[in-house]
């Protein structure tokens, strides 16, 4: 245990990362003093254990307009983070220094995004042992890992690549939940995060056919209906084509009042 739980030695550090940056050491939290360090802590929090090379970070702070100084510049904001965390508690260790860069100690260290990847998978893992329920249940708990935007307080350019990806998997499990609590017979519960994928992602049928299924589910066939009626607006207008086979089937499905959709 740790030195916060009364007992001696130093205290774990927490780095979140999936909203604005924060950090804590045990039960403290830590302000990381410095924009320019706060961006390198953020750069070696999204490869949690793994070796960041200090010209990563480098491209992450200064993307492709580095100063002739800012190999040093690193050198010292790495300083300054371990003096922030070892005065809040932390292990000396807790940042290491390796021949091509830097990394954070996944003894010492624990990342929300580590979390959140091992809960998802640990998610899929219970889906193919049929175990949907406990498949749903540790989405919902990953995504209580989720305080906002990733990284939405750092506006380095090197950086909004990496926050961007995590947005997108974030999306991605919001869509796998959604389907998880269909099997479940949820579908008024998953009804307000599909709606939400579909405005934000108006060119992927599978969302719509998912909203469509499940305003169908719920009572509402004229809905489900003009969903797809919505849909092949926006892709005849964006791209110029119709509705893919899967989608279309499923309009005419709905259409007819197919018992089968009621249990698929």
Known sequence: MNAVDGESGPASVHIAVLGPLEVRVGRTHVPVPGRRQRGILAALALQPGRVVPTDQLIRAVWYDMPPRTAMGQVQTGIWMLRTALVNAGSPSEAVQSCATGYRLNGDCCAVDVAAYRATIAAARDMQ??????????????????????????????????????????????VHYRASLELQLGRHEEVLSDLFELVDRYPLRESLHADLMLALYRSGRQADALEVFHGVRRTLAEELGIDPGPTLRTLAQAILRQDSALIHA
């Open 128 to 173: 193919r042992r049929g175990r949907i329920d406990e498949a749903a249940r540790l989405v919902r708990s990953a995504h209580e890992l989720w305080r906002g935007p990733a990284l939405a307080d750092i506006t380095y350019q090197g950086l909004r690549g990496s926050a961007t990806r995590l947005e997108e998997e974030y999306t991605a499990s």
